[in-house]
């Protein structure tokens, strides 16, 4: 699916979502990310069953007011107890699928949100 997004204040938004790749800035990654518009980085994380506590606190020290997880194709939950470091911080988290937290993540930073995405291919 093509993503369209314009905005200024944005350095990295996302133009194309398809299965198992996706196109921020003209470049297409199919590993696990971490993306904010300022900042994009590979997560060390072999997957979602793989997701500790240390994970989730790697997002935090980025001081978003809300963290989109990604899932992958299919919409997972993590345990409670993972992503606390992330509510005991006031911070919001919200899980989808990876195409949902696309979509998701670019209506964010058009309203200038603070937001970080977990971005996870499996």
Not at 22 to 35: D, R
Request: glycine share 6%; proline share 5%.
């Amino acid at each position: 699916m093509k993503l369209h997004f314009d905005s200024l204040s944005a350095r990295y938004s996302i133009q194309r979502y398809d299965t198992g790749v996706i196109t921020i800035n003209e470049t297409p990654y199919t590993h696990n990310l971490i993306l904010s518009p300022n900042y994009l980085s590979d997560w060390e994380v072999e997957g979602f069953d793989q997701l500790t506590t240390a994970h989730f606190e790697r997002l935090l020290a980025l001081k978003p007011e809300l963290v989109i997880l990604g899932t992958g194709e299919t919409l997972r939950f993590p345990d409670p107890a993972l992503t606390a470091p992330l509510v005991n911080a006031n911070i919001g988290v919200e899980v989808m699928s990876l195409a949902a937290a696309c979509r998701t993540y670019n209506i964010l930073i058009g309203e200038d949100r603070s937001v970080v995405a977990g971005m996870l291919f499996k």
